[in-house]
T-cell receptor, first 113, second 112 residues
Framework: GENVEQHPSTLSVQEGDSAVIKCTYS??????FPWYKQELGKGPQLIID?????GEKKDQRIAVTLNKTAKHFSLHITETQPEDSAVYFC????????????FGTGTRLQVTL | NAGVTQTPKFQVLKTGQSMTLQCAQD?????MYWYRQDPGMGLRLIYY???????DKGEVPNGYNVSRLNKREFSLRLESAAPSQTSVYFC???????????FGQGTRLTVV
């Protein structure tokens, strides 16, 4: 089955700096790669996703890049703010009715003033 | 719009006791999932249901059973709880695996 590795496990940046989180996946059939943000005491929420026919996607301060050949994808947060502090998860999935979403182990991002 | 509702939010069980975690979604989603979250382990899939009437094992199914009662509800049962099942459990739903998954607020379960 699919295996998703994520690093770093913790990341501390100063407010205004950029943060980058990287993930690799094992199943070459995977073609959907979402990123989730989990705030303390809550369930994860989708912040951005990318499909295999796209190499990069941006949404304001957040961007995701995908390299299908190398089987890795990354989350980039620019101009970080204290409210970006949370745990971030990458995930991978194939399409199809019996598909399932496999998550990475998470990155705890701390944005300091 | 309630989204995904899980009950209970907290539970303490003694080793060997049984319990059922309830999950309901009001978004007419086909797919529903149960994950457990442990420190440093991320979200690990226990069971999932791609559509009403079907269930499949995930990464860590041992010690659990599930029931897809109807399209809205997907329950997780622990028949004989063990301390290793102490965790935070999340239910989620999506239209398909490759669309946005919506998560419940989680159930913090402690087995003593």
């Amino acid at each position: 089955g699919e295996n998703v590795e994520q690093h770093p496990s913790t990341l501390s940046v100063q407010e205004g700096d950029s943060a980058v989180i990287k993930c690799t996946y094992s199943d070459s059939a995977s073609n959907y790669f979402p990123w989730y943000k989990q705030e303390l005491g809550k369930g994860p929420q989708l912040i951005i996703d990318i499909r295999s026919n796209v190499g990069e996607k941006k949404d304001q301060r957040i961007a995701v890049t995908l390299n299908k050949t190398a089987k890795h994808f990354s989350l980039h947060i620019t101009e970080t703010q204290p409210e970006d502090s949370a745990v971030y998860f990458c995930a991978a999935s194939t399409t199809g009715t019996a598909s399932k979403l496999t998550f990475g182990t998470g990155t705890r991002l701390q944005v300091t003033l | 719009n309630a989204g995904v509702t899980q009950t209970p939010k907290f539970q303490v069980l003694k080793t060997g006791q049984s319990m059922t975690l309830q999950c309901a979604q009001d978004m007419n989603h086909n797919s529903m999932y149960w994950y457990r979250q442990d420190p440093g382990m991320g979200l690990r899939l226990i069971y999932y249901s791609a559509s009403e009437g079907t269930t499949d094992k995930g990464e860590v199914p041992n010690g659990y059973n599930v029931s897809r009662l109807n399209k809205r509800e997907f329950s997780l049962r622990l028949e004989s709880a063990a301390p290793s099942q102490t965790s935070v459990y999340f239910c989620a739903s999506s239209g398909r695996a490759d669309t946005e998954a919506f998560f419940g607020q989680g159930t913090r379960l402690t087995v003593v």
